[in-house]
């Protein structure tokens, strides 16, 4: 059972084009999150989400547009593809740790294997 | 933010104990020390966390001086499968505050027969 699962693995395309990854999480994790890893191996925080509540938005494109349909699931859409969006996207989940207070979490992220975007 | 600095790359051998030591002299109070282990083509796994003095599960241990400006990551008897990319994060706990943690380039760590 893959704890933070997401779909595609790989995905070639063609700038300009609009696509999609998903990510699924099985934990029962409050929160999720979408980084960004780029040629040089940097992981860069993106967006995160708690209960389905946007809690981060980093300095993102608005090409970029994460949807959580459910505390479950948290969706990445990227409009007009660049070529500089090719990357590696990496999912995560992380527990709230509620008996220190809302917003606490344990502070062990949870990453899927990652989506490896080409655009050509 | 706290920035961590932490050596490129490191060599060993199996069996040898590997230390990789990060600094992070700008640590807040609030701020916790988190490691993580990358191996190529996988997201990055938590190894251990910690906020001072030592701490150690099956995997590894941390040690956190008392200025809790660094830290350092023990590995036991190294094979090589425990070569990865090692990271070192610092950053509060509060989930709303991801984007106060950073990843760095991390260590690259090559183990050899």
């Known amino acids: 059972d893959t704890a933070v699962s997401q779909t595609p693995k790989y995905l070639v395309t063609q700038m300009g084009n609009d696509k999609s990854i998903k990510c699924e999480q099985n934990l029962g994790h409050d929160t999720m999150y979408w980084y960004k890893q780029d040629s040089k191996k940097f992981l860069k925080i993106m967006f995160s989400?708690?209960?389905?509540?946007?809690?981060i938005n980093e300095t993102v494109p608005n090409r970029f547009s994460p949807k959580s349909p459910d505390k479950a699931h948290l969706n990445l859409h990227i409009n007009s593809l660049e070529l500089g969006d090719s990357a590696v996207y990496f999912c995560?989940?992380?527990?709230?740790?509620?008996?220190?207070?809302?917003?606490?979490?344990?502070?062990?992220?949870?990453f899927g294997e990652g989506s490896r975007l080409t655009v050509l | 933010l706290a920035k961590t600095t932490q050596p490129i790359s490191m060599d060993s051998y199996e069996g040898q104990e590997v230390n990789i030591t990060c600094s992070h002299n700008?640590?807040?109070?609030?701020?916790?020390i988190t490691w993580y282990q990358q191996f190529p083509s996988q997201g990055p796994r938590f190894i251990i966390q910690?906020?001072?003095t030592k701490v150690t599960n099956e995997v590894a241990s941390l040690f956190i001086p008392a200025d809790r400006k660094s830290s350092t990551l023990s590995l036991p008897r190294v094979s090589l499968s425990d070569t990865a990319v090692y990271y070192c994060?610092?950053?509060?706990?509060?989930?709303?505050?991801?984007?106060?943690?950073?990843f760095g380039s991390g260590t690259r760590l090559s183990i050899r027969p």
């Open positions: 700008n640590i807040a109070t609030n701020d916790y």
């Open positions: 995560a989940s992380s527990q709230d740790s509620g008996g220190q207070g809302v917003g606490w979490n344990t502070g062990e992220l949870f």
């Open positions: 910690g906020y001072k």
């Open positions: 989400y708690n209960n389905k509540e946007l809690i």
């Open positions: 994060l610092v950053g509060p706990r509060w989930y709303s505050s991801a984007s106060k943690i950073i």
